[in-house]
């Protein structure tokens, strides 16, 4: 299937859920394990029924869905055809039905709380020093440019967060390389960053907020804190 625009996914009105990185997430708070068990069972039977299930986390009080299509279709601009992780149409059907299941079983959504890291090295050389951590992470170098048109290292089974490289100039170190890229939902950015910012953190580039708002610690390490995803509104 092709892979979903950004105002496709907005459009579509997803009221659990929270576009972040590649995927759909979800948080569902549930009374205990048990109950836990039981909301993923049903998921699971709807997940059956499509041929499409999602990822998911479970604790004592909470279950963590995420949803992405590994054969989702990316056309670049030559028109030319590449299969990525991606949010399609099967993964917003599935969303829908497990919405309804939530709302039949009385389990409450908390969109609010969830987050995504990724981790970012800045490189002028990411085809040549991909291979080296992506098996450092996951023991092989076939996580490499897994689900994408790029070097990112991406973990089949969702181990580690994924490590993508950002372009950069030839530099001589010392200079900062990684950094943290803290992806949150659009109704949560401002608070996360203001968070961030009373505890000491400075703001150094906000030019492409709320895409992506780039902070620093008193040390001057930096991390990025954005949304993959905004308001519908924003989007039309």
């Known amino acids: 299937m092709d892979m979903l625009t950004g105002a496709q996914i907005a459009e579509a009105n997803l009221t659990d859920w929270r576009k972040l990185g590649q995927g759909l997430h979800a948080r ?11 909301f993923v069972a049903a998921v699971g039977e709807a997940g059956d029924a499509l041929g499409h299930h999602p990822r998911v986390t479970m604790g004592d009080r909470y279950v963590d869905l995420k949803l992405i299509s590994d054969d989702a279709i990316y ?9 990525v992780e991606w949010v399609t149409k099967q993964d917003v059907e599935l969303a829908r039905r497990i919405t309804e299941i939530a709302a039949r079983q009385a389990v409450d959504a908390d969109p609010a709380s969830i987050t995504a890291i990724e981790l970012a090295l800045d490189t002028a050389h990411a085809a040549t020093i991909a291979p080296v951590w992506a098996a450092l992470l996951t023991g092989s170098t076939e996580a490499q440019g897994r ?4 070097e990112d290292v991406r973990d089949a089974t969702g181990r580690v ?4 490289f950002q372009d950069t100039d030839e530099h001589e170190t010392p200079r ?10 659009y109704d949560v950015a401002e608070q996360r960053i203001a968070a961030a910012v009373a505890a000491g953190a400075v ?32 989007q039309r």
Not at 28 to 38: E, I, K, M, T
Request: net charge negative; charged share 25%; hydrophobic share 35%.
């Open 147 to 150: 689900g994408t048109i790029d």
């Open 161 to 164: 967060p994924i490590l993508w």
């Open 28 to 38: 569902y708070l549930v009374g205990d394990f048990g109950a836990g068990v039981r």
């Open 203 to 234: 703001i150094v580039d906000d030019s492409r907020a709320p895409w992506t708002t780039v902070l620093a610690d008193q040390d001057g390490n930096r991390a990025c804190v954005g949304t993959m995803q905004q308001p519908p509104a924003q």
């Open 75 to 83: 056309r670049d601009d030559k028109g030319t055809e590449h299969v």
């Open 176 to 185: 900062q390389r990684f950094h943290i890229d803290v992806q949150v939902p």
